[in-house]
């Protein structure tokens, strides 16, 4: 069953400038590319480093640490040295408020 939690405004989140959003269980980074909106874990899953730092660049975040990359929409690592995927979350927008599905796996 989905948890919506309200995490931003869409005010509060500039395009290409990622945002961390701290949960009760984890850290999230927000991104907005254009009118649409994206999140995933802000852990980037070659290191300890937090993807709301880095550069998004189109679609692909871009690791602060190293370099990786990920696509903010599906959460797949597309640049060496990250490897593995990091999850994402489902959101919307209603009004000027962004939520986030936190129950997804
Ligand atoms: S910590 Fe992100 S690429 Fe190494």
Not at 25 to 46: G, M, P, W
Not at 64 to 93: C, L, M, N, S, W
Request: glycine content about 6%; some cysteine.
């Amino acid at each position: 069953m989905a948890k919506w939690v309200r995490v931003a405004s869409v005010e509060e989140l500039k395009e290409q400038n990622p945002l961390l959003v701290v949960l009760d269980n984890e850290d999230v980074a927000l991104y907005r590319v254009k009118d649409q909106y994206f999140a995933t874990d802000d852990l980037c899953s070659h290191a300890e480093a937090s993807l709301a730092e880095g550069d998004l660049k189109g679609y692909l975040i871009h690791c602060p640490r190293h370099g990786g990359q990920f696509d903010v929409r599906t959460g797949e690592a597309k640049h060496f040295p990250a490897y593995a995927p990091i999850r994402t979350y489902p959101v919307k927008v209603e009004g000027h408020d962004i939520f986030i599905d936190t129950e997804r796996d």
